[in-house]
């Protein structure tokens, strides 16, 4: 079983930067790909970002190449995505997830567990 908590969104003007955190507890974290998904009011869950288990491969949609960043410490059961260079259509609530599969696991459904979520805003 593994809880995640996320933190770190709020507000910030366009161009500016970020960091998320998501906070695990469980075993099995150091096991699974974790990656980053948001989602705005009517539309589905997308892909952001994901890092395997040993953080060695990573993987990124392509609107947020060049400007997010993943990352993961096992050691501290954590990983988080550095988000500079930040748009306005970047806002959205923000989810971590975890899935036994690969990094490049981009479909929600693929995802066993899942944070609360964070609010980014971006402002213009």
């Known amino acids: 079983q593994v809880q995640l908590v996320e933190s770190g969104g709020g507000l910030v003007q366009a161009g500016g930067s970020l960091r998320l955190s998501c906070a695990a507890s469980g075993r099995t974290f150091r096991s699974y790909t974790m990656g980053w998904f948001r989602q705005v009011p009517g539309k589905e869950r997308e892909f952001v970002a994901a890092v395997s288990w040993s953080g060695r491969s990573t993987d990124y949609t392509d609107s947020v190449k060049g400007r997010f960043t993943i990352s993961r410490d096992n050691a501290k059961n954590t990983v988080w995505p550095q988000m500079n260079s930040l748009k306005p259509e970047d806002k959205a609530v923000f989810f971590c997830?975890?899935?036994?599969?690969?990094?490049?696991?981009?479909?929600?459904?693929?995802?066993?567990?899942w944070g609360q979520g964070t609010q980014v805003t971006v402002s213009s």
């Open positions: 997830g975890g899935t036994p599969k690969g990094s490049g696991t981009y479909n929600p459904s693929d995802y066993n567990y």
